[in-house]
């Protein structure tokens, strides 16, 4: 009759995450608030996913990672602390995905935030995504006009050194 295959069981993975290296204390406090949600729903949870990283950037190596799992059917439930904790704007795209392939997302805590509110939420969070993005662009050109400077303050080797070096060794 053959062997069966054996059923593989599918995980459940919290996902927390924090923008910044200077929110850690918020990220352990999200943790912290995971763990009672978890406990109090009952749910046995397999994985914990940590990241500091923002919520534009989908590039983020773990949050790929669940992307990525729950995409190959290994996850049955993902919980975050806030919809933009997952990510910013493409929340109702990725809940769709997730249920296409029957994974389910529980968002802990649900606020209920006004229209006008959320665009308001929305806009500065790009904003803040821009003006990281561009002082990071500062960072980086001052970095090269240090260098150029650097490069130009140095004593240029004359030419004549040089045509003389080749004479020699001839």
């Not at 995980?11 to 204390?25: D, T």
């Not at 046995?44 to 534009?56: F, K, P, R, T, Y």
């Not at 509110?117 to 240090?146: P, T, W």
Request: contains cysteine; hydrophobic residues 40%; charged residues 25%.
């Amino acid at each position: 009759q053959g062997l069966k295959p054996i059923e593989s069981k599918r995980k459940v993975v919290v996902y927390c995450r924090v923008s910044s290296s200077s929110q850690k204390p918020e990220l352990k406090n999200q943790i912290s608030a995971m763990e009672t949600f978890c406990l109090n729903r009952g749910l046995a949870v397999d994985e914990w996913i940590s990241e500091i990283g923002g919520g534009l950037n989908f590039k983020r190596k773990k949050f790929l990672s669940i992307m990525l799992s729950m995409l190959k059917g290994e996850i049955s439930t993902i919980v975050v602390a806030h919809k933009d904790r997952m990510c910013r704007f493409t929340f109702d795209f990725i809940m769709e995905l997730a249920i296409s392939v029957g994974c389910q997302i529980i968002v802990a805590n649900q606020e209920s935030l006004s229209p006008q509110q959320e665009l308001v939420e929305d806009l500065m969070a790009i904003i803040h995504c821009f003006s990281c993005r561009l002082y990071g662009l500062r960072n980086y050109s001052k970095e090269i006009k240090d260098h150029l400077k650097n490069a130009i303050d140095q004593p240029i080797q004359s030419v004549s050194n040089l045509d003389n070096k080749e004479i020699q060794s001839h």
